[in-house]
Each structure stands twice: as C-alpha cells, then as structure tokens.
C-alpha cells in the first residue's frame, strides 16, 4: 500500500538507474518489452517497408501506386486494431498478427520458388507482401507501443520505454542496412525463411511470456509482473 500510494504521489525523488533496469526485479518487464520491440523489427517489416517498390515493379506496378497499395494495407489493419484491441486483448492481436506475418512469408517463400516470368509467382509476392503488411498493423505494430507502458511501473517507465525504443531503432537500422546484401548473398528464399522464423518465435514468445493487460488495473499488472520486495 505504501509503495502504491507513493506512485499515485509521482514521487520523483527515487530515481533509478539505467543499470538497475538490467537487473533486479524491474528484468522480467524490461526483458518482455526489448524482446519484443527487436522480434517486431527482426520479422523484416521495415524491409518490407523500405523495399516493397521493388517487389512491385517486377509486378509491372508502379512505385508510386505500390506505395498507395502498401499505405492502405496499413492504414486498414491500424484501424482494425483500433476496433478489436479493447475486445478482443493486446496478446491475442499479438498472436494472431505475428503468426498471420509467417503465413504471409511462407506465401513469399512460394512465390520465390516458382519461376519469375510466371504470373502465379508475383501475385503470390505482391499479395504476401500486402497480406504481410496488413497482419503486422493489426497487432505487432500497434500492440507494443501500448502494451509497454502498461507493463513497466511508473517508476521506470520513461527509462525503461527509451531503452526499449532504442532497442528498436537499432534492429531497425541494422535490419534495414543488410536487407539488400542479404538478399543478394542467401536469396529470397532462405532470408524470408529466415523472417518467418523470427515470426514464429514471436508467437511462442508472446504466448509464453506477454500477460493480458485488457481490463485490469495499472497496480493489477504491477503486481502480477514484478517479484515481491
């Protein structure tokens, strides 16, 4: 009750260290929200992102049209999670998203395996990407960004967020700087395998480790989450 009552206070004189987050009881939360923040960008959404054009123009689509394509995509599955994220919970989104992201790269893979002249291979990769897209946006785009801060005490949670966030940008910088060189070296097969795998262990990670946050309490969460003192 007292730790409780202190929070609701916003005492800012206990301040915490970005070494403690590494550590101690706060671990397990700091861990669910890097973990998760890095499989987010390691399933290759922003290659997507970055490099869909090309996809498209092999398709005899334009740039500019494939970048319409792709923005309505993500704009109808945002707004889906907007509807089902209070009805239906942030992990089931995060599941169904990160599993429906695999199915769209095994649809890649496919697609990758046929010949590139045949008609069947670039609709299957124009509509895995697009399917690829749509999954992400309705649940392991939107979800973590909402989740975190729910599961992280106020205690720490502007420095747990931009540790998490940082993990982020630096899968996503990374991701996005090797994409192309990867793709040359392995071929589009292995890496989208390799994508879908980190899918998959998305799916198993958040069943195992993600609570369900809808409905229940900030302190509710706390207490569920963080060991005793």
Request: with cysteine.
């Amino acid at each position: 009750m007292a730790e409780l009552l202190k929070s609701d206070r916003g005492d800012e004189t206990d301040t915490i260290k970005f070494s403690e987050l590494l550590y101690g009881r706060h671990f397990r939360v700091v861990y669910i929200g890097s973990t998760l923040f890095a499989l987010q960008q390691l399933s290759g959404i922003n290659a997507v992102f970055y490099f869909s054009s090309t996809v498209f123009r092999s398709a005899g689509v334009s740039s500019n049209l494939a970048n319409v394509f792709v923005g309505v995509a993500n704009l109808l599955g945002s707004i889906i999670a907007l509807i089902l994220m209070d009805k239906l919970g942030r992990k089931v989104l995060l599941l169904w998203s990160f599993f429906g992201m695999a199915l769209s790269m095994a649809l890649q893979i496919i697609a990758a395996s046929l010949s590139v002249s045949s008609s069947g291979a670039l609709y299957l990769s124009v509509g895995g990407m697009l399917l690829f897209v749509f999954t992400f946006a309705t649940g392991a785009g939107p979800v973590p960004g909402l989740l975190l801060p729910e599961i992280f005490p106020s205690r720490i949670r502007a420095k747990a967020m931009a540790f998490c966030m940082s993990i982020h940008w630096v899968f996503n910088f990374f991701v996005g700087l090797l994409f192309l060189r990867l793709l040359e070296q392995l071929g589009p097969q292995l890496l989208y395998s390799m994508f879908g795998t980190f899918c998959l262990m998305a799916v198993v990670f958040v069943k195992r480790n993600v609570m369900e946050t809808k409905g229940k309490s900030l302190q509710e969460i706390e207490i569920a989450l963080l060991p005793q003192e």
